[in-house]
């Protein structure tokens, strides 16, 4: 009966794979590499939260507060038009 697993039979030079990795290791891997791109990403999404909510709040603003911060409704229009992905 063969007992090698498939990664076990991989010889090739220069092949940079931990063979003695279980199947566990390698989901453990998996969930820190999937941690480690949440981290890197969370300023990004906090960043987009700010923007929508910013630009929600500028499009609730009369005439005379627009014109308090030196903006038109129409620049304001477009300003709260824009993605939230979009600076």
Request: glycine residues 4%; positive net charge; proline residues 3%.
């Amino acid at each position: 009966m063969n007992t090698h697993k498939c990664i076990d039979t991989i010889d090739k030079p220069g092949l940079s794979v931990d063979l003695s990795l279980t199947w566990q290791g390698w989901v453990l891997d998996g969930k820190n590499l999937v941690r480690a791109e949440i981290v890197r990403a969370f300023p990004t999404f906090v960043l987009w939260r700010h923007r929508s909510i910013s630009r929600h709040q500028l499009s609730c603003l009369d005439d005379s507060l627009l014109n308090d911060i030196g903006l038109t409704r129409e620049q304001a229009r477009q300003e709260f038009r824009k993605p939230f992905w979009q600076a």
